[in-house]
């Protein structure tokens, strides 16, 4: 039976139901998705809270990337029944069956799993963003990436390191930092025990990063901008913590710094960068370069549990609901 997992209002992880559902048949431009994966992110859970506005008058069914088989395609669409594709859409994942316009949808090479393509197609095309255009990067450069450990943070090292750049992430506990440093991080700094400040200005001797890369917000923002060099950029990605509401921007005349607040959507708006992305996303997974680590695997049913181990930064990797 097909269904779905909704909210009726943002509030905590309980509020999720299940509820059955037809699945939808495809419009002109349109493919229908039988998913087989999808990825849990952080996006999912500001939306499921109120933090990013409330975007429907209805049960909302949260969830940005998926994985799964076209089961029909509409007129006018050269995609075909049976192939594999993965996308990274805002809300409406938290389903068994989707429908989604063909231009949004990224065929799945076949040295990549429908697991891995869920865990990594969000996530992936963040850390093509950030370190391609929020930031973009040089060989020799030193960087600071927060939640080294998480999905984002995984990917991001490696491809930092196949890029000759030198990554310093932070992570909570020490088993999280290991993980962090098997995935191309120069050094991970406990931010249980350790002022990640003192340690990236003794790891840089003074000489701080010529970025900062956030998605924790009110707990790191401030003290990100202490071990920018001159010039150097913030780039604020999200707010696991909670909104930075202590930020000024007078803040930035420390150094002449800059601040960004980029999205994922923003960036897949523009004509082809989805599937440029993608194939630069999927060929670094296809050469080893990049290995997407699935920490941990739910049930779709279980999806409250799943939010509820994100929040209180309980995972590592990414995070797979299985409907």
Not at 128 to 145: D, I, K, N, Q, T
Not at 159 to 185: D, F, M, N, Q
Request: aromatic content about 8%; charged content about 15%.
């Amino acid at each position: 039976m097909a269904y779905a997992m909704v909210i009726a209002s943002p509030g905590g992880a309980e509020k999720f139901r299940r509820i059955e559902i037809d699945p939808p048949a495809p419009g002109p431009g349109e493919i229908l998705i039988r998913h087989t994966a999808i990825g849990l992110n952080f996006i999912d859970v500001y939306f499921r809270t109120g933090s990013y506005p409330w975007p429907v008058e209805r049960d909302l069914v949260t969830g940005a990337e998926a994985a799964g088989v076209i089961e029909a395609v509409g007129v006018g669409v050269d995609l075909k029944p049976g192939q594999r594709v993965c996308y990274a859409i805002p809300n409406g994942a938290y389903a068994s069956h989707r429908v989604i316009s063909a231009s949004q949808a990224v065929v799945i090479p076949d040295n990549v799993s429908d697991e891995i393509a869920a865990a990594a197609m969000l996530k992936g095309l963040t850390a093509h963003y950030l370190l391609y255009h929020s930031y973009a990067v040089s060989r020799g450069e030193s960087v600071l990436f927060h939640a080294a450990a998480g999905g984002v943070g995984l990917i991001a090292g490696q491809w930092l390191s196949a890029l000759g750049v030198r990554a310093i992430g932070t992570a909570g506990g020490p088993e999280k930092c290991a993980l962090a440093l098997r995935h191309g991080y120069d050094a991970v700094i406990d931010y249980r025990s350790e002022d990640f400040v003192t340690r990236v200005m003794e790891l840089t001797d003074g000489a701080g990063v010529s970025a900062v890369y956030d998605s924790v917000g009110a707990d790191t923002v401030m003290k990100s901008l202490e071990v920018l060099q001159r010039f150097g950029s913030l780039v604020c990605f999200g707010q696991s913590s909670g909104p930075a509401t202590d930020f000024k921007i007078g803040d930035l005349a420390r150094g002449s710094l800059r601040l960004t607040r980029p999205t994922l959507f923003h960036h897949t708006a523009v004509p082809g960068w989805l599937q440029s992305a993608s194939a630069d996303l999927f060929a670094m997974i296809g050469i080893g370069a990049i290995s997407v680590e699935i920490g941990q695997t739910f049930d779709l049913s279980d999806v409250a549990r799943a939010h509820e181990m994100l929040e209180a930064r309980m995972t590592t990797g990414s995070t797979v609901l299985v409907p």
